[in-house]
Nanobody
Framework: QVQLVESGGGLVQAGGSLRLSCAAS????????MGWYRQTPGAQRELIAS???????KYAESVKGRFTISRDNAKNTVYLQMNSLKREDTAVYYC?????????????WGQGTQVTVSP
């Protein structure tokens, strides 16, 4: 069983930066794909960044060039560095992990962390 715990959310002004962290318990972290989703009220959860077990990353167009996903397998942690934040980045951000050796997210979820970008 894997548990994911996000941290680092909060209130930031537009143009500012935040770094989200997602700490994973359980085994074989390096063999799991990880990703970040976000969700606003009434909308579907949206995949914004992912990192595979071979460190290949992928981004949604809405965050490309501003957000960076990375992982530290020694710390069982995945990060999301968010720069040049916009009001439309306001959402609850969720961390997700895959099963072992499968690059498909959604097997495990964190509880979410709120990010609010003010004008």
């Amino acid at each position: 069983q894997v548990q994911l715990v996000e941290s680092g959310g909060g209130l930031v002004q537009a143009g500012g930066s935040l770094r989200l962290s997602c700490a994973a318990s359980g085994n074989a972290f390096s063999r799991r794909a990880m990703g970040w989703y976000r969700q606003t009220p009434g909308a579907q959860r949206e995949l914004i960044a992912s990192i595979r077990t071979d460190d290949i990353t992928k981004y949604a167009e809405s965050v490309k060039g501003r957000f960076t996903i990375s992982r530290d397998n020694a710390k069982n942690t995945v990060y999301l560095q968010m720069n040049s934040l916009k009001r439309e980045d306001t959402a609850v951000y969720y961390c997700s992990g895959s099963a072992i050796d499968i690059n498909i997210l959604g097997r495990y979820w964190g509880q979410g962390t709120q990010v609010t970008v003010s004008p």
